[in-house]
């Protein structure tokens, strides 16, 4: 069946520093999907990437849609302890499958 | 966020009994999921509907059953409740089938 793996599994910063994580598919993927979930609370959408190669920003955050699309990444710059949480890749196809996420500290 | 509540928000229940969790949305989603999320394991869907009597398995769906009679409700029903569901249930509702907005969860603890 279709597999997402998503790394690093836990990444710690200093506040300032830059963080990156990334999801790989064993399928082409219609769409991905980013989330959010902060400690204690539930996932929060961040954004969808549809076409090949698709590269959006939101402040700090730039997501990126492979070529390929098989991979996707999630690069924040100059980390703030805002940033803290754990963040998840979903692939759009059926049947939905989430990476298992990366938690980010951030050091202040 | 989106109006989407959970109930019971956390449960305490013995191996064996049955075990009901529900989902109401007022925002008139077509699609509604039900995750299970365990450490190490992330986010892993149980089941999911797309309209109401629709309903399809997911990733982890053995052990449990769902019903949506009506748009706005989705049940997720453990028969006879083992350790191994112990877990925090999440419920997410999407217009079509692509951004998700989850609820609160329900943690769920089987002894």
């Known amino acids: 069946g279709q597999q997402v793996m998503q790394i690093p599994q836990y990444q710690h910063v200093q506040e300032g520093e830059d963080f990156t994580t990334y999801c790989n598919s064993s399928t082409t993927l219609s769409n991905i999907q980013w989330y959010k979930q902060r400690p204690g609370g539930h996932p929060v959408f961040l954004i969808q990437l549809v076409k090949s190669g698709e590269v959006k920003k939101q402040k700090r955050l730039t997501f990126q849609f492979g070529e390929a699309k098989k991979n996707s990444s999630l690069h924040i710059t100059a980390t703030q302890t805002t940033d803290v949480g754990t963040y998840f890749c979903l692939s759009g196809n059926t049947p939905l499958v989430f990476g298992k996420g990366t938690r980010l500290s951030v050091i202040a | 966020d989106a109006g989407i509540t959970q109930s019971p928000r956390h449960k305490v229940t013995e191996t064996g009994t049955p075990v009901t969790l529900r989902c109401h949305q007022t925002?008139?989603?077509?699609?509604m999921y039900w995750y299970r999320q365990d450490p190490g394991h992330g986010l892993r869907l149980i089941h999911y509907?797309?309209?109401?009597?629709?309903?399809d398995k997911g990733e982890v769906s053995d052990g449990y059953s769902v019903s949506r009679s009506k748009t706005e409700d989705f049940l997720l029903t453990l028969e006879s409740a083992t350790s191994s569901q112990t877990s925090v249930y999440f419920c997410a509702i999407s217009r079509e089938h692509y951004e998700q907005y989850f609820g609160p969860g329900t943690r769920l603890t089987v002894t």
């Open positions: 925002e008139n989603h077509r699609y």
């Open positions: 509907s797309y309209g109401v009597k629709d309903t």
